[in-house]
Structure formats: C-alpha cells, structure tokens
C-alpha cells in the first residue's frame, strides 16, 4: 500500500477541508438543533464534485477514486457528521451499485444527475423484521410484462425523504431464500413510492432517517440490476465499499473530539495549572490521536483494495469497526476532558457523542463486522 497520497487525492481532501470549515461550521451546530436537511450544502458539495468522487468523468462525476473519496468524507464529518453520511450514503450505497453493477445504459441514464447531486440517491435494504438478517427481505417484487410490482417496507433509509433514486431490495423468488432477492433502481416519483415516517434520533440530526412504503409500485424490467436473485450479492458488495464511507464519517468524529480536547485541555485551569499538564488527560490525548491515525490506515487500505478492483470485504469490515469504536471513545474521553461542561449544549463535544453511537449501528453493527471478519478469517486459515 502506498501512503503518498496523489497530488488529485490531496487536491480532494483540501477542498472538502476549506468546505468543512467556511460552510460546514455553523451548518453542523444549526441542523443538530433544527433537524433540517442541508440541502445548500449538499447543493454546494454537488457543484464542486463532491457528490461524484468516484464516478468517472465519462459519468459526470470527478473521475478519481475511493481514497479520495474516504478523505472527502472524513473531512466533512470533522465540522458536520450529518453532512458526512448524507454524502456517504448517497455515493457508496446509492451511485455504487449502478455504478459497479449496471448496464451502460443504467449508468448514461442515471450517474450523470447523481454525480452533480440533481438526484441524491439511498440504499432502501433494511426492513422492520430486516436489519442484521438483511436476507430475511419481506418486500416482494412479481414481474408483470415489461415491469415488475413492487410491495413492501423498509426502515431506517439515510436519504430516503430527499432521494430522487433509491436501490431497493425485493424477493423475486421467496423460496430461494438470499438467492431469491433482486434489486432494482427506482426513482422515488413513481407511483407507489411513500416516505411514511421519519425517525426522531439521538443524533446525525440533519441526516434523515425514514421509512418507505411502496404499494404497487410499478417499475420497469430495465430498471433491474444485473440478473433476478443476484441482489444480495449486490447488497453485499455495496456494503463493503458503504463501510469504508463510515468508517471516514467515524474518523472525522474522532478527529472534531480529539481538536476539542486538545484546545479545552490547555485552557481549562484546574489547580492552579492546565488540566493539559496532567498525566490523566495526556494518555486520553495520545490514546485517541493513536486511534485515529490506526482508524485511517486501516479505511484507506481497504479503499485502496477497492480501487484495485480487489476484495476488501475483511478490510471494510475492520475498518468500520475500529473507526466506529475509535470515534466513541474518542468521544466520551472529550466529554470527560470537558467534565461538566461536555455535558451541556454550549459545547460541540456533546453532539459529537451523539453522533459517534450510531456510527457503531449502522451499515452492519459492530458485532456484525466482527462476524465478517471471522469468516474471513477463518477461511483464509
Ligand atoms: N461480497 C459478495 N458476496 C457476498 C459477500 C460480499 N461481501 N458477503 C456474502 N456474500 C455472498 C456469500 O458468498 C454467499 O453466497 P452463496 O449463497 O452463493 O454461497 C451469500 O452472499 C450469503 O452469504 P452468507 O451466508 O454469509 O449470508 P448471511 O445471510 O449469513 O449474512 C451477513 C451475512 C454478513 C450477516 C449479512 O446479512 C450482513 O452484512 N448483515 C448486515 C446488513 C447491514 O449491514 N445492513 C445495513 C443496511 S444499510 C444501512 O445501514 C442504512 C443506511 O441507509 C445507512
């Protein structure tokens, strides 16, 4: 692996770096305490090619690659966590599987309007009897002619009241099991297609969570990806490539947390001296800059595995994982450092501890990781 960043992929993460701190700033305290979506941000982010890192210019999108991309997300968590996996979300879950699975024409079709940000996109897998079992699909989708009707729920969809495009999951053959599931791009003006609720969550404010409802909704038969029943397999690989996106999100937490330690611990005075000078603060310092650093390497080689067109199931895993526990303890030693004022609103370190726990959840909970890279592990005995 070779740790010199490209002149393209510094170039990336300095401007989403100047980004993060003109606009992200005052964005990230506001739609924590208004829930609102920032939509000028996002609008902002598509103009300068942030909603397309990956995708190839031939697409529309900036034409460089998953590196990139890991260091763009990681540089809007550290100012807005919200920002950072509305981004993540859109890019590794919803562009990605038209992107490494779809035809040409699914790809002229779509891309184009989601590397601008036209269109958002959201990955719509997870069901209310669906989460870690992501095999246990109860949406259903019967081909009808040219076009297949598609029933169901899903919860939980990060983008789902914004998306103009969502990759949904359904089973086409419920007897085949995670052989029997097919996914299908749709695009959320369909008829049939209800955002039914959104989610009032502990944290990530300013990114939605909602469930969707589709009643008959009727999509065409060139709107599958790949083949019927290969949609797991799909969900699988996107979600590899979604963890790495996460587990950016989780490093630019930990890296706000460690920031706001580092200037609050050679502030504060307590005895007569900064709290920085004693040894109990100095050790959550080096633990949590330790951390982060290890946290990155491990994102940025299972983003290199990827752009080499490698497997980086294990990789991903590991990398969500650590950077997920990395940012939440980072987290709560920076509310620690803050004492009692870590506890209140007045000091950003709060949020962080709030948006930090769900890091650990979703796209795979940590102890679903820790089963992926079990089997990994143990295969490759
Ligand atoms: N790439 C390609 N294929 C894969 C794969 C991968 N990474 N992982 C598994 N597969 C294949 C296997 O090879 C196997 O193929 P065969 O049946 O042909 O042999 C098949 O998929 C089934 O594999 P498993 O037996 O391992 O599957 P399982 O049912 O035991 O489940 C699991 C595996 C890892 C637990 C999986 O269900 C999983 O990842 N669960 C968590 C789901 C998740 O992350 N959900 C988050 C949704 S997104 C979200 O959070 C919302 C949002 O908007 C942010």
Redesign the pocket.
Known sequence: MDLELTEAQRGARDTARRFARERLERVGVEIDRTHQFPAAAVAELGQLGMLGVFIPEQYGGAGLDNVAYALVVEELSVECASTG?IVS?HSS?GSWPILGTGTEDQKNRYLPKMATGEALG??A??EPQA?????GQKTRAVRDGDSYVINGTKN???NGPEAAIAIVFAMTAAEKG??GISAFIVETATPGFAVTRIEDKMGINGSHSAQLAFSEMRVPRENLLLKEGEG??IA??T??G?RIGIAAQAIGIARASLEASLKYAQQRQAFGRPIANNQAIQWKLADMAVEIDAARLLALQAATLKDAGKSC?KQSAMAKLFAAETAMKAATEAVQIHGGYGYTKEFKVERYFRDAKITEI???TSE?QR??IS?QVLQNR
């Open positions: 996996v979300a879950l959201c990955f897998l997870t989460g870690s079992d992501a095999a939980f969809i990060t995670n052989h797991f397999k699988m690989k979600l590899d979604g199931t979703y796209e795979g679903i089963l992926v089997s």
